[in-house]
């Protein structure tokens, strides 16, 4: 099956402490990226990933990093949390860049305390 | 800047009743549009999209129409269940091939 999957799913963690959420898709696709959802502001990109080794800032990338050494594997990382940052968040993938469909992951609820 | 906005943050119809949401987009240079649904506790999923050069497509019991005059989208639902009840999101994929998505309609289905 087709899918995108991301984890942890929930994780509450206290401002400062380090965290990755992992994002494995299984369909081969070179464009990959992260969102953040909250309240009243929809689907906000974070960071994106056009390939292995390629991946710049979309609109809200501060305080996040990303890494992309497998084509498969999109992870998200918080260096130091903040309460700010306490949202869900939505990996997701597509063929390419200029591929149409793009498929989301189940979400990762954050709260940073 | 360019944004993608619904005229309606909440629709509520009668289970049997066609829906319409509706989505205005700003930036006349996006070519593909799409409609997702996202229902609670899951991520967006994928319903229907046009591209730029089309005024209509329909799916199973959804059509979406296109109004480049009016930089107009709406996704039409045929025979509304109570398994539509969901967010719908429209979103638009600009020159730079980013996609845009706007802050969602809930659509409420009364038995």
């Known amino acids: 099956e087709a899918q995108v999957t991301q984890n942890p799913r929930y994780l509450i963690t206290v401002t400062g402490k380090k965290l990755t959420v992992t994002c494995s898709q299984n369909m081969n696709h070179e464009y990959m990226s992260w969102y953040r959802q909250d309240p009243g502001l929809g689907l906000r990109q974070i960071y994106y990933?056009?390939?292995?080794?390629?991946?710049d800032k979309g609109d809200v990338p501060e305080g996040y990093k990303v890494s992309r050494k497998e084509k498969r594997n999109f992870p998200l990382i918080l260096e130091s949390p903040s309460p700010n940052q306490t949202s869900l968040y939505f990996c997701a993938s597509r063929s390419g860049l200029a591929g149409d469909t793009q498929y989301f992951g189940p979400g990762t609820r954050l709260t940073v305390l | 800047g360019e944004s993608v906005g619904l005229h309606l943050p909440t629709l509520s119809v009668q289970e049997g009743d066609n829906s319409i949401i509706n989505c205005a987009y700003s930036n006349s240079a996006s070519d593909y549009f799409i409609w997702y649904k996202q229902e609670s506790g899951k991520g967006p999923q994928f319903i229907i999209d046009i591209r730029s050069n089309m005024d209509k497509r329909q799916g199973q019991r959804v059509t979406v129409l296109l109004n480049k005059t009016v930089k107009h989208l709406s996704l039409q639902i045929a025979a509304t269940q109570p398994g539509d009840s969901a967010v719908y999101f429209c979103a638009e994929k600009d020159s730079s091939y980013k996609l845009i998505f706007g802050s969602g309609t809930r659509l409420l289905v009364r038995p």
């Open positions: 990933s056009m390939n292995v080794e390629v991946t």
